[in-house]
Each structure stands twice: as structure tokens, then as C-alpha cells.
């Protein structure tokens, strides 16, 4: 880990050391199942903030777990002079749920096998987050004149509905000269990626009941509607299922196209195909329309999309069950891209659904914004030196198909740059079973981490007003 | 009760020791989960057939749980004198799956409150098998001479799919002149019902595996097909949500119309309306296409259906989970109508879905046969005959939505009259949740078999070589 730590003090701790305590730390907080979409997983949520804050606390930050009207917010400063430079670390520990039988192991209980890190949360956003902390403590110890905040949510995976309330009512404890977000995906294993804009989100239900309950449908079947094969024809009238292409009447209007040569130069840097982006995540076929790389990096990072996550409704036990469902209810959502606005697109989809099926009821949830962000300036070239000298490769600026809500908060409301630099791998199973990290990720991102510290530290900070307290 | 037991001796058991046995009978046998679908129940089905073959030697029968590939059949023998007429009694004691979540008491403990008995099986068949052998035995002490063998099938929610051979195997050993089947539906509790005709069943599952797990929308959304949405515009392509017209080409050729007349001579006995038939099944709304009392009675006992039962696959949990599914199910299945035959119905729509999509595979079911008989003749004028007597009201002759695999495996197998002596309810919740049977169905059914058998008894029994034997 020598070669690239910044020309500070040595760094005493062995790699050995940090790995062990990495690991020790990765396993502690996998092992709160922070779901932060179960209700009956909110006091593990709440556990986590505090064993987070705890191990914050240990590294030598002032730890506080933050109230808001859901799941906490963690908010540390780990401050080595106030008059350094501060960046702002956001990570989150919230989770997506995980359902223990497709698991080939407990995902609560992190299984460490020859520097794979397996569990829930252990690539999104855990095993980050512990990297940008221990980067923090090193980069302090080797006396790098910077400063941190953590700001470690625990409500991304549900749409961090309170994070913007958090950041106006902190704002000024928070003196953040830039932010840095470590929880995006690469490219592939051998094409480390700086993300400089993300797709928005709205996700919604789709629900209808016809009956007061289920009936026999030798009884009633060609009398009673069915639910389930209404809910059916309504999705398939809104997105045309082979192409993925969506029905909804204006739904594409002012999607920005990518700029001239964007997506080429992307795709030269990443040597991206899509034959290993279809390895890397497991899919056996993909849309057929999609035909070159350029369709594929094109279709999932810059282009809107409608999905379906579940329909429930009717019987789904073992063996059959001859009944006409009573109800039916579908879980969507829609990924957005720049010039798309979600309340404007959840009007449309309102609308649509009301002309096509009035008794379907169409519920939509607080939405994510897209985001485009910039990768030129002083924070962009020290992301991609430290991603150089980390990884040994040219990061590749490209734009992402995830949505993170914070991201759009903090730029309207801290309104510093932002800098991705992320970890996991689409190999990593994120958002699947057998989710996991690995130590060459997290040893490599705390290298650099180190170095990008070291490069922000000598940035002298823009025109701003600073708070006396750091 | 006395009024139309037929002038043979008199009973002397009173209503009250009659129907204290009865509810005593009903809530053991309820008691017994008998859900030949679950292979988690399947010991609790043997232990149905036992506790049934106990209940029939009480009554006086030799009693037999026979074997078969799959659940045993209870064949039970009552012989009055070898030289009397038989007939056998077909009912089944296997059951629907219950989720006791859905129930407002356990389904699988009889509740009585007054002379309303719920519980899964209650009516679909358990309540009206019972009433058959209270009435055997009653008609047993008087004095009419008449044979009974009671055939008790367990594996007829599943599609009966070993009752033929058990049938062919056994056929010696019931030498029966004619079948009475208590397993059918009244139009409505005001007007008795004999069927003379039932839809037949083809179940079918549609699956489609896109990936090797779920994968984040975030990172494959676009990209990634949804085998959610390619299956729901499949079962789009099958038939019309609104209408319930089914697509699948070929699939109507072979239907049967009914006879002239038959639709509105059914009506005009049986008072049916659609508002009384939509109220007692709880249907919010029924198929706008329908929209007189013909077509609602047409579409659910003469023609041919399409239904999905239940869809799985993605998540289906609390809360959201933003992933593209990896795979998807349909349990779907057709009622079929005298005209079509199973067999090639599924081999049309095994070509329908590979012209459609080719990755989705179908799999079908062991197929019920649809069942058309005759409603003239000696025993149909006794089944007449005996609803008037102790329902005070005519029976209309109808076709029936539902299906009994048995049915047709007795037409072929026998070769004898079938009648149709039915007591359940359409309010009763068939298939359904709080599925209900209650005591004046059950004792109006007691009284309607002991006419019947009374009436039968008298029937000179048509040339056919006889066992020695009963």
C-alpha cells in the first residue's frame, strides 16, 4: 500500500493490521440487517446508526446519529485543523432486502472466503463506506491537512425521502468544500469508471380488485374480470416488453441524446462489450433491438426505462389453485434520464393508466431525480490521478443507470463538486443474491481514497463563506 | 323430516341425534387438512381417508382405503341384500389450500354458529359426502332395498388423476346401476339445480428464465429483459383481459352452442339474475361485454375460459425493490366446453406460445374432460322428483362452470345413469376463503337422497350382467 500514499508521514499501520480490522468492521455491520424498507427491520436500521457511529467514534470523529421523520442520518467530523480544507464522505448503510433462501449463505452473517466478502449490504454501500473511514484515519495519521464529514444515510435504498430536510437544517455544520459518493458500480473488473451523471426514479404500484375474494373459477370463470390478466394487458400497453421501448404518450419528450462522441469516448476508454457486461450479471439473453456495445451502454445509462418487480394477486403457493383473483397489485418503476421531471412523468403515467383501465389505482412514491454532473476541474483530475495510481488504470468518465437521491440533494443544497468514486464491481451481485465485496476493491479503494485526500487537500477551496468551526 | 321419507319403516332417530352426529362428523373430518396439492399435507390425506373409512364403519359399511399412484380412494360397501340395486355414492374429502391469514376463524376448525359450519371443505365436498351417508344409513334402517357403495376420492382438487385406473381396477367390485354425485352448485339458494353438464380444465404453467438472479435496475434496466413484462404481454396475447375472449387461433372451433332454447328454459325455472349471481360471489363488477342474464349464464357453464391464477417471480415483498426479476411464472388455466378436447387445445396453445415467444416454456397438467349427459330418464326424473320433495321446488336442469375429473372416468367406466345432487351454494365461498356449508342444505340434502335412494330402489335396473356379489 506504500506506493501511493501522498508524501505525508509514513503510515505505521501494516496492511495486514488493516485488514484485519476492515474485515472485523465489514462483518460487525453486515450483521445488522439494516432493511430499510421492512418495518419490522426498523430497530436494526437504528442499531446500525449507532454501531456506525461507534466505529466512527473509534477512528477519532465526533459521532452523532441525526433524528429525521424516518431512519436516522449519521453525521460525523473527523476534524485535523478547522482551518484544512473539509470534504464531505457520503456513503449509506441501508440495505436491500434479502430473502434468506435464495442465499447460498446467511446474508446477514458476512462469509469471508479467500478475500471475497459475501452479505447483504457488502458491496451497497457497507463495505465503501468502512473504506472511505479507514482511508479517513490513515490519511489523518499521515497528516494530510484535510478534514472529513460523514454522512452516512440510512434511507438510499428507499429513496432518501428525509436526506434533503437533513442537509437544509445541517447545512452549516457541514462545511463541505466537496463531496465525495462512493457508491456507484464500474464498468467491469479492468475498467474502474467516475460516473458524472445518474438516472432518476419513480417507482409506483399498479393495483386493481374486482371481488370482495378469490372466486372458483368454475363458478365464475367468464363472468368475474380478472385482475391479474388486466394488470397484465395494462403493463403490456405501457412498455412493449421485447424492446422495452415505453407506450406512455410524451414519455420520451425532452430526453437530452448523448452529446456528440460521448458515447464512443466512453466506450474506447472502458473497452466495455456488452458480451462481458451480459457475463459480469449473469443475464443469458438481452433485449434483442439492443445490437452494438454502443445500444447497450446507451440503453442502461442514458435512456428512461419501465419495470416490473412483482405483480401480486391470486394464488402463487405450490401446486394449482383454480380461482379467479380478487385483486392484483404490480410493483413498477421507472428509471429517468436528464430532461425527464418525475412529477410531470407520474402525471403522464396517471393519465395514461386512468384513459386506459380507470379502475386501476396508480400509486407513485417520492421519486429521485436524475442527475448530470461535470468531470472537468480541479476535484475530477484528482479522482482520476488517485484512481490511476490506486488501480493502475485510466478511470473512464461515463454515466450511470442507478439513481442516488442524496446526490441531487447535495448539489442543490451544499453546492460543491461532487466526485464519484466508487467500488463495486457489476460482478458483485448489488441489489441480488449473494451479494458481495472483496479485498481488492476495498484495499484498492483505500488507496485511493488516500491519494484523492492527499490531491483535495492542496485544492485551495473556491470563493466560499466558512464557518469558524470546521 | 318425516313427511318425505318414503313409506318404507319409519326412522326413529330425531332431527336433534341427527344433526348433533352430523356436526360431530363434519368438525372431525374438517379437522383433517386434507390439501392433496401440498406434499406437506399429503399425510394428512391418508389420515382423511382413515378417519373416513372409521366414520362408514360406523355407519354400517365395509370399509377400504384402496392405493392408487398417488392419494388412496375410500371405497365403502353398505348391502342391504345382494339382490337389491346399487348405487354408487361419489363425493371427495380432499380440499382446496387455505391461507389462514385470509380467514376470519382457522380454516381447518369447524365453526358453528347458527347452523352455519366454516371450514375449508365445509361444502366443496366434505359437508355433502357426509349428508350421502347419513342418509344411506337412515334409509338402511328403513327398510328401503337398496344398495350403496361410496366412493371417496382424495385427489380430486388435483384433477383426479388416478380415480380412472382406480376405477377400471375395482370395476367388478361395484356392481352400481346407476351414480349419484353430490359435488355441484345451485344457481342460487331459491332454486335447486341438476346439472347435466360441466366444463372441463386444462392447468398450465408459463415460466421464463432471463438471467441467473434478479439484477439491479439501476445497473441492467434497459438492457436486461423483464420476464415479468414478456410474460404478461404473453398471457395478453392469450386472451382479452376486458372481454375474456380468448386469442389463441383455433381455440373456440368444436364449441358446442347451446341447444335451442336451453339457455332461457334454464333461466326462466331457476329466477337467475346477473345482480343476485354478482352479489353472491362478491364481484364488484362483472365483464362489461355481458350484459344480459343469457350471457352471464352462457359464459360461465357453456363456454370456454382462459385464466391466470397467479403470477411469481421478483420481488413481491414490503416496500420496493428496484431489480429487473431474472425469472417469471403463470399459473394459468382453460375451462374447456363439450366440443374440445384437451389434448389438442394444449397442443395449440404449446404452438401458440412458441410462435409468440419462443423462450417461454409452457407446461401443462393432467387436463379434466368436459361432461355432457342427459337429464331425461328414470334417474332424472327421481332426482326431480326428490329436490321437489324436500326443497319444495322444482330443479332446473343447467350446465355447470366447474369441473369433475371423476365424472368422466364414471360415464366411461360404469357406463351407468349419473345424477347430479348438489348442495352447495354459490354464496357458500366455494375455493374460496371462509368457505362455509350449512345445516339446511345439509338436512334438506338428507331428505332430498333419502327420496331419491327410495325412488331408485324402485327402478328396474336395465339388462347388464350382474355380479353375485353386491
Not at 461507534?54 to 485535523?80: C, I, K, N, Q, Y
Not at 465503501?128 to 473511514?133: D, I, K, T, V
Not at 456528440?260 to 466506450?267: N, Y
Not at 456488452?274 to 435512456?303: C, E, H, Q, W, Y
Request: with cysteine; charged share 25%; hydrophobic share 40%.
Amino acid at each position: 500500500m506504500k506506493e501511493s500514499i501522498p508524501k505525508f508521514r509514513q503510515i505505521t499501520a501494516t496492511i495486514k493490521d488493516i485488514r484485519r480490522q476492515y474485515e472485523e468492521d465489514l462483518s460487525l455491520v453486515v450483521s445488522v440487517p439494516s432493511v430499510s424498507s421492512e418495518p419490522d427491520r426498523f430497530p436494526d436500521v437504528r442499531r446500525c446508526a449507532d454501531v456506525a457511529a461507534g466505529l466512527l467514534r473509534r477512528a477519532g470523529a465526533t459521532a452523532e446519529v441525526v433524528p429525521t421523520g424516518g431512519h436516522p442520518v449519521v453525521h460525523a467530523s473527523l476534524v485535523t485543523d478547522p482551518g484544512n480544507p473539509t470534504v464531505a464522505l457520503y456513503n449509506h448503510l441501508d440495505v436491500q432486502p434479502a430473502d434468506p433462501g435464495e442465499w447460498s449463505s446467511d446474508p446477514f452473517t458476512l462469509t469471508i472466503h479467500r478475500g471475497r466478502y459475501t452479505g447483504r449490504g457488502a458491496t451497497d454501500d457497507k463495505g465503501p463506506a468502512l473504506a472511505a473511514m479507514t482511508a479517513a484515519a490513515l490519511a489523518r495519521d499521515a497528516g494530510i491537512p484535510l478534514n472529513y464529514h460523514f454522512l452516512w444515510e440510512l434511507e438510499e435504498e428507499i429513496g432518501s425521502p428525509h436526506f434533503a430536510s437533513f442537509l437544509r437544517e445541517r447545512k452549516r455544520q457541514i462545511p463541505a468544500d466537496s463531496v465525495m459518493v462512493s457508491d456507484t458500480i464500474w464498468v467491469a473488473r479492468a475498467t474502474p469508471s467516475i460516473p458524472y451523471g445518474l438516472r432518476g426514479l419513480l417507482p409506483a404500484t399498479l393495483s386493481l380488485q374486482t371481488a370482495r375474494s378469490d372466486v372458483h373459477s368454475g363458478v365464475a370463470g367468464g363472468v368475474a374480470r380478472n385482475p391479474l390478466l388486466e394488470i397484465s394487458e395494462l403493463l403490456t400497453r405501457c412498455c412493449d416488453a421485447e424492446t422495452g421501448r415505453v407506450k406512455i404518450p410524451g414519455f420520451y419528450k425532452g430526453v437530452r441524446r448523448p452529446r456528440k462522441g460521448e458515447l464512443e469516448r466512453s466506450l474506447a476508454v472502458t473497452g466495455f462489450t456488452a458480451k462481458g457486461f451480459a457475463r459480469d450479471l449473469g443475464l443469458t439473453s438481452i433485449r434483442p433491438n439492443l445490437s452494438t456495445d454502443l445500444d447497450v451502454v446507451k440503453a442502461f445509462s442514458m435512456m428512461p426505462t419501465f419495470e416490473v418487480h412483482g405483480i401480486t394477486g391470486g394464488y402463487t403457493g405450490p401446486g394449482s389453485k383454480a380461482i379467479v383473483p380478487h385483486r392484483a397489485e404490480a410493483k413498477v418503476s421507472m428509471r429517468l434520464v436528464p430532461g425527464q421531471d418525475p412529477i410531470h412523468i407520474a402525471r403522464l403515467f396517471r393519465e395514461f393508466v386512468k384513459r386506459q383501465n380507470p379502475d386501476i389505482r396508480v400509486k407513485t412514491f417520492p421519486a429521485l431525480q436524475p442527475y448530470l454532473g461535470d468531470h472537468r476541474g480541479p476535484y475530477a483530475r484528482a479522482a482520476r490521478s488517485a484512481i490511476s495510481a490506486a488501480f493502475g488504470k485510466e478511470p473512464a468518465f461515463t454515466r450511470e443507470g442507478g439513481s442516488i437521491g442524496a446526490v441531487v440533494a447535495m448539489d442543490r443544497i451544499l453546492r460543491v463538486p461532487i466526485s464519484f468514486l466508487g467500488l463495486s464491481l457489476p460482478s458483485h451481485g448489488y441489489h441480488s443474491r449473494n451479494e458481495h465485496f472483496d479485498w481488492g476493491q476495498a484495499s484498492g479503494g483505500i488507496r485511493m481514497f488516500l491519494h484523492y485526500f492527499g490531491e483535495i487537500a492542496r485544492i485551495r477551496p473556491p470563493r466560499r463563506r466558512r464557518t469558524a468551526k470546521g
